[in-house]
């Protein structure tokens, strides 16, 4: 078992920043792929970020050139770095788990998942 631990979410301003923080526990956190999903109000939850076991990165689309995502295997913790924050932005985010090694973006893939954080970004 992983238990995922998700902090960081709040209201901001269009243009703003966030950063998401998500401590694992429970198991060798370098054993697994992680990744950030999110999802709207009345959406589908959606792949934002991910980072392979090897430390690979990778991103959705509409985030790409905007978000950071990195591990530090030493503290069990992964980051979303968020800038220019855009009302589309707004969801709940959550932190996920997957011992799938390579790439992964499908949230049926992630074993292990937090409780979410909000995000609101007003315009």
């Known amino acids: 078992q992983v238990q995922l631990v998700e902090s960081g979410g709040g209201l901001v301003q269009a243009g703003g920043s966030l950063r998401l923080s998500c401590v694992a526990s429970?198991?060798?956190?370098?054993?697994?792929?992680m990744g950030w999903f999110r999802q709207g109000p009345g959406k589908e939850r959606e792949f934002v970020a991910g980072?392979?076991?090897?430390?690979?990165?990778y991103y959705a689309d509409s985030v790409k050139g905007r978000f950071t995502i990195s591990r530090d295997n030493g503290n069990n913790t992964v980051l979303l770095q968020m800038n220019s924050l855009k009302p589309e932005d707004t969801a709940v985010y959550y932190c996920?788990?997957?011992?799938?090694?390579?790439?992964?973006?499908?949230?049926?893939?992630?074993?292990?998942w937090g409780q979410g954080t909000q995000v609101t970004v007003s315009s």
């Open positions: 996920a788990a997957t011992r799938v090694i390579g790439l992964s973006t499908s949230p049926r893939e992630y074993a292990y």
């Open positions: 429970g198991r060798t956190f370098s054993n697994y792929g």
């Open positions: 980072t392979s076991r090897s430390d690979r990165t």
